[in-house]
């Protein structure tokens, strides 16, 4: 499926494991609870506090979500994926650590203008 066509996502990056590959009631068990309070969401997961942001992909970026098509038979084999949605934001979530500038996630995002800072030509 051509990116153009791919749907728009949801997008959590939640603070624990989830034995779990593939779709989840999302909007019935974990959007409708969340709570916007100045600037974090907070929610209950599972009876623990999540406190939470939405943030931003880097600019001219575009995040996938993407499924593997078809399992390797050994680690020498490539992996085959396909696009299933897109994103241009997320909301990351900390089990209840206030959201703040120096959490892995939101380093990352400037990742993208650092590697070219490093990486570009230089005039």
Request: negative net charge.
């Amino acid at each position: 499926m051509p990116l153009g066509q791919a749907p728009s996502a949801s997008v959590h990056l939640m603070p624990c494991v989830i034995n779990h590959n593939g779709p989840a009631q999302i909007t019935e068990y974990f959007s409708a609870t969340v709570k916007d309070c100045k600037h974090e969401k907070t929610v209950s997961f599972r009876g623990r506090g999540l406190k939470g942001k939405e943030i931003s992909c880097p600019q001219h970026y575009t995040g996938l979500v993407v499924k593997e098509v078809n399992r390797p038979g050994s680690e020498h084999e490539d992996r085959t994926v396909r696009v299933s949605s897109v994103f241009d934001k997320l909301t990351y979530w900390n089990l209840e650590t206030p959201p703040s500038s120096d959490d892995t996630i939101v380093m990352s995002m400037d990742w993208p203008e650092l590697a070219e800072a490093i990486h570009g030509p230089v005039n």
